[in-house]
């Protein structure tokens, strides 16, 4: 079946530094990429969806110059939590869209924020 | 919005068959019903999918009412493995189509 990988799995920041989490598509060109942030014992929420070659569009209420998505090849998406701060420390899951129906989630990436 | 009601939790014995429910009262005719597994700190695991008529995987079993307004989801023989937080989703034929999460039914499996 498709794989999706993350990177990095986990990370650990200082408050106001910026973070990049990337999603790649291995087996599948991916025109769609979905990002979402989970918060402990939360359902998934979606944040944006990352289309490749233009800009991403984004859930109501999420910021835009906070979480800056590049979608820059087919195969990966890029998710760069800006100036991150403690109340950004989540589980962050991408999944490629446009392939398989049975749509693969990626691994997750715990992000902390001191 | 999440277009799917589940219940909150589930207990299930070990070796019994795990019947998770799901209500999906608006599913348009185009939606197909999801469902995923969320086992703790990874990322959501396919089990099955289906439009209208029941499926079955090597995985799980998906029964879908006739009226399409809601389905379950059944595990034949529960082990400690399946422990998890699983998904019921609608969504679109369209492969670009969002996937949104509901709250989910966090099944225990009982030793």
């Known amino acids: 079946g498709a794989v999706v990988s993350q990177h990095p799995s986990w990370v650990i920041c200082k408050s106001g530094t910026s973070v990049k989490i990337e999603c790649r598509s291995l087996?599948?060109?991916?025109?769609?990429m979905f990002w979402y942030r989970q918060f402990p014992k939360q359902s998934l929420m979606l944040m944006a969806t990352?289309?490749?070659?233009?800009?991403?569009?984004?859930e109501q209420g999420v910021e835009k110059d906070k979480f800056l998505i590049n979608h820059a090849s087919l195969t990966l998406s890029t998710l760069t939590v800006t100036s991150a701060h403690p109340e950004d420390s989540s589980f962050y899951i991408c999944?490629?869209?446009?392939?398989?129906?049975?749509?693969?989630f990626g691994p997750g990436t715990r992000l902390t924020v001191l | 919005d999440a277009k799917t009601t589940q219940p909150t939790s589930m207990d299930c014995a070990e070796g019994r068959a795990a019947n998770l429910p799901c209500n999906h009262s608006?599913?348009?005719?185009?939606?197909?019903v999801y469902w995923y597994r969320q086992i703790h700190s990874q990322g959501p695991q396919y089990i099955i999918h289906?439009?209208?008529n029941n499926e079955t995987n090597e995985m799980a079993s998906l029964i879908i009412t006739e009226d399409r307004k809601s389905s379950t989801l059944i595990l034949p023989h529960a082990t400690l493995r399946d422990t998890a937080v699983y998904y019921c989703?609608?969504?679109?034929?369209?492969?670009?189509?969002?996937?949104?999460f509901g709250k989910g039914t966090r099944l225990h499996i009982l030793p």
């Open positions: 989703i609608v969504r679109g034929s369209n492969r670009d189509d969002k996937i949104i």
């Open positions: 608006t599913i348009s005719g185009n939606e197909y």
């Open positions: 990352s289309n490749e070659g233009s800009k991403a569009t984004y």
């Open positions: 289906g439009l209208k």
């Open positions: 999944t490629p869209a446009g392939g398989y129906n049975e749509q693969f």
């Open positions: 087996d599948f060109q991916a025109t769609t």
